[in-house]
């Protein structure tokens, strides 16, 4: 037990005191130990007495920072006593420590990931009707990971699906620690396996009192009531703007082409009547997906891939429905964002995107934790976007928009 009191009480003085050295320390710290302020660790040590080593580190985490790698000497003869085995301190840090010629030196080292490993283990999706987030975001596979589910207003939490890379759910269950306060907030737990990373996590938030039976999608028995994009499917089907990969089918982890998804908007649309105009060399004149796309491009929702061509059995990516989604608001992106920025940088979004995803996640139809702009989605999360389109467009009809300074709606 003091031991690991002891390894606590090191770390948080690596991490949050400033790089120290006991030995010939010039240092200035200006830290306030037992009511005396001392000018450096050195000059601290010289008035504590054998024995309170441990009590000086205890009050050293209110003097500063110091990054990983950076030394902490203290001479032995001032009365550092230290465990002979070393120890863990934190998830996934470690202390270490070594003598040299009577000074006892601490080190804190960040552990090494699996370099296999995805480099987020878990990633988040935007929820209807309430907020995800992750409460511990530094698990590793083996390990108890924490997630938060806030509704909005008026809703409730009503379930926490936990998938796999190959759609394999991961049991997950309610913590029963103590929450943070807030109303309706529910706190699910679960633990990382060690194949098919990342995970993704989704979230069914519900208006109080709602269930999800008697539903347009009853017939797909792959739509089972209280999956996180029921709700999303049984809207879209009973608007009769998308339909099943057969009667019995949803395939809700199947893939959209982008002549599906343009199609989802023509009929959102009312399914207007157009001319055939021969726009793109691989959109014939009667085709299933001909009018949705000759809609599209005459609305000015799609230019199609470059050298007159559409793709419209290429796979949908989350950028391309973003981008498709915004042109279709009519709403208008005055500035990037800061998380924009870092997209275009890491490569997540494609320079095209940069203002629909802008947009997108102002909206709240994208989480930053899971961007991905230029992967496909499948069509569940296809499904539970334009849902949650549809809702934030009702809304916006109905009360005057929030002050969004990056963009302005179009009402």
């Not at 006991?22 to 660790?41: I, P, W």
């Not at 709700?231 to 703007?241: H, I, P, T």
């Not at 709403?331 to 947009?359: C, H, N, P, Q």
């Amino acid at each position: 037990m003091k031991r690991r009191l002891f390894a606590i009480l090191l770390v948080l003085t690596l991490l949050l005191s400033t790089a120290l050295t006991a030995v010939a320390s010039e240092h200035v710290m200006q830290c306030r130990l037992g009511g005396t302020y001392f000018n450096s660790l050195g000059e601290a040590l010289k008035v504590y007495q054998e024995g309170d080593v441990i009590e000086l580190l205890m009050e050293l985490h209110r003097c500063g920072t110091v990054p990983y790698g950076i030394e902490v000497r203290v001479r032995g003869a001032n009365g550092v006593r230290v465990p002979d085995d070393l120890f863990y301190a934190y998830p996934h840090q470690e202390v270490r420590h070594r003598v040299e010629g009577g000074v006892h030196i601490f080190k804190l080292v960040e552990l090494e990931r699996d370099p296999a490993w995805p480099e987020r283990l878990i990633l988040t999706s935007a929820v209807p009707n309430g907020y995800l987030s992750l409460f511990s975001s530094d698990v590793w596979p083996g390990e108890t990971a924490l997630v938060d589910v806030e509704p909005l207003e008026g809703c409730q939490a009503s379930s926490l699906t936990v998938l796999d890379a190959k759609f394999n759910q991961i049991p997950a269950r309610l913590y029963e620690g103590d929450i943070p306060v807030s109303p309706g907030r529910v706190r699910y737990e679960f633990t990382i396996p060690k194949e098919n990373l990342p995970l993704t996590v989704y979230a069914t938030v519900l208006p109080a009192g709602e269930t999800d039976e008697n539903c347009p999608s009853r017939p797909f028995a792959d739509v089972e009531a209280g999956a996180w994009f029921h709700r999303a499917v049984d809207e879209l089907v009973g608007r009769k703007v998308i339909n099943g990969t057969d009667s019995r089918h949803f395939t809700p982890y199947g893939i959209l082409t982008r002549a599906e998804a343009v199609t989802i908007l023509y009929r959102l649309a009312g399914s207007p009547a157009v001319s055939y105009a021969p726009v793109y060399a691989d959109v014939p004149d009667g085709e299933w997906y001909t009018a949705p796309v000759m809609w599209a491009t005459g609305e000015g929702i799609v230019n199609g891939v470059g050298g007159g061509l559409f793709a419209p059995n290429e796979l949908l990516t989350r950028e391309a429905l973003w981008t498709m989604l915004l042109r279709l608001s009519g709403d208008k992106v005055l500035y990037s964002m800061l998380d924009t920025k870092l997209a275009l940088r890491s490569g997540e979004i494609s320079a095209f995107a940069a203002d629909s995803f802008t947009w997108a996640h102002v909206m709240g139809l994208v989480n930053t934790n899971a961007i991905r702009g230029k992967s496909a989605p499948t069509r569940a999360e296809t499904a539970v976007t334009v849902y949650m389109y549809l809702q934030n467009r009702e809304k916006i009809a109905a009360d005057p928009p929030p002050y969004y300074p990056e963009i302005e709606v179009n009402r």
